[in-house]
Nanobody, 134 residues
Framework: QVQLVESGGGSVQVGGSLRVSCAASGHTFTNYVMGWFRQAPGKEREFVATISRSAGMTDYADSVKGRFTISRDNAKNTVYLQMNSLKPEDTAVYYC???????????????????????????WGQGTQVTVSS
């Protein structure tokens, strides 16, 4: 059974930085595209970032591009989201997600547009709160 456990959330002031982590277990980590989503109070869950199985390709929502960096350590079965220049509108619960995407070649090295959609992901963490205050 796939398990995803987020950590590293917290409170930070505007302009500050925070890194959230997601430790995966119960599956072959390198068979999964990993993503981060977030949900603010009263809003729908939205895409933040995704990373290919190889870690060589990433994709970001326009709202975080240039400020956030997604990475993964396949040896540690962990995916990270480094958040810099945080804004109050980044306040949300951040969720880690895994999408089974086996195969070689493009399946390993690239990520398709569909990985921006939460329904593509079959496994989710419990979420970690990030609060940015001014």
């Amino acid at each position: 059974q796939v398990q995803l456990v987020e950590s590293g959330g917290g409170s930070v002031q505007v302009g500050g930085s925070l890194r959230v982590s997601c430790a995966a277990s119960g599956h072959t980590f390198t068979n999964y595209v990993m993503g981060w989503f977030r949900q603010a109070p009263g809003k729908e869950r939205e895409f933040v970032a995704t990373i290919s199985r190889s870690a060589g390709m990433t994709d970001y929502a326009d709202s975080v591009k240039g400020r956030f960096t997604i990475s993964r350590d396949n040896a540690k079965n962990t995916v990270y989201l480094q958040m810099n220049s945080l804004k109050p509108e980044d306040t949300a619960v951040y969720y880690c997600a895994a999408a089974y995407n086996p195969g070689s070649g493009t399946y390993y090295y690239t990520i398709a547009q569909k990985f921006r959609t939460d329904s593509t992901y079959g496994y989710w963490g419990q979420g970690t709160q990030v609060t940015v205050s001014s």
